[in-house]
């Protein structure tokens, strides 16, 4: 079946623009989570949604970021006015309710 | 917060040769315990998980881990490497003890050597 999937696979945008992530969880996923992969900083929880409760953004690192799930399914990522330090690979995930996360192969974000 | 040691950036060893990634937490019950994989350019895959129960674990590729409590440990070992099991590897542990956000170790780079 079906894994998760994202795209773009790879993003190169200008300092200042905004730019959309996407995330297809594998379907009947309830779960979705976000990460983010940098050199400086290893792997870091950005936001998870679950079900039709409210998203825990608590990892989500400014303002600058947010993120929507419709219909319980796909997942969009954006970020807002771009810095070079917004550069890193996105990694989405899903997982039933209570089970392992699977994860998507990442979109990579370069900002110059 | 939980918190995830992977005490070793970097560790080479040669084809056919055992290996053990060291994975240490601090997490005040028991927690679900993960070991993800990440080849170049691609996502993180599941070795393996720890619920409950026994404590030995067995993965995927031939990996096994071992829970140690009195320790904090939770140290993947597979008893002789092959040439593809070249990557990162990511020990990780859920924020509240389920299948929450999960807190990622830093990782440790495997490399093999014919």
């Known amino acids: 079946g079906a894994g998760v999937s994202q795209s773009p696979s790879n993003k190169v945008t200008e300092k200042g623009k905004d730019v959309e992530l996407r995330c297809d969880p594998i379907s009947g996923h309830t779960a979705l989570y976000w990460y983010r992969q940098s050199l400086g900083q290893g792997l870091e929880f950005l936001i998870y949604f679950q079900g039709n409760s409210a998203p825990d953004k608590s990892g989500l690192p400014s303002d600058r970021f947010s993120a929507e799930r419709t219909g319980g399914s796909v997942s969009t990522l954006t970020i807002q006015r771009t810095q070079q330090e917004d550069s890193a690979v996105y990694l989405c995930a899903s997982s039933l309710q209570s089970g392992e996360q699977f994860f998507g192969p990442g979109t990579r974000l370069t900002v110059l | 917060a939980q918190s995830v040691t992977q005490p070793d950036i970097h560790i080479t060893v040669s084809e056919g040769a055992s290996l053990e990634l060291r994975c240490n937490y601090s997490y005040g019950a028991t927690p679900y315990l993960f070991w993800y994989v990440q080849s170049p350019g691609q996502g993180l895959q599941l070795l393996l998980k720890?619920?409950?129960?026994?404590?030995l674990v067995q993965g995927i590729k031939g990996f096994e881990a071992e829970f140690k409590r009195s320790q904090s440990s939770f140290n993947l070992r597979k008893p002789s490497v092959h040439w593809s099991d070249a990557a990162e590897y990511f020990c990780a542990v859920p924020d509240k003890g389920g299948n929450e956000k999960l807190t990622f170790g830093t990782g440790t780079r495997l490399t093999i050597i014919p």
């Open positions: 720890y619920f409950s129960g026994d404590t």
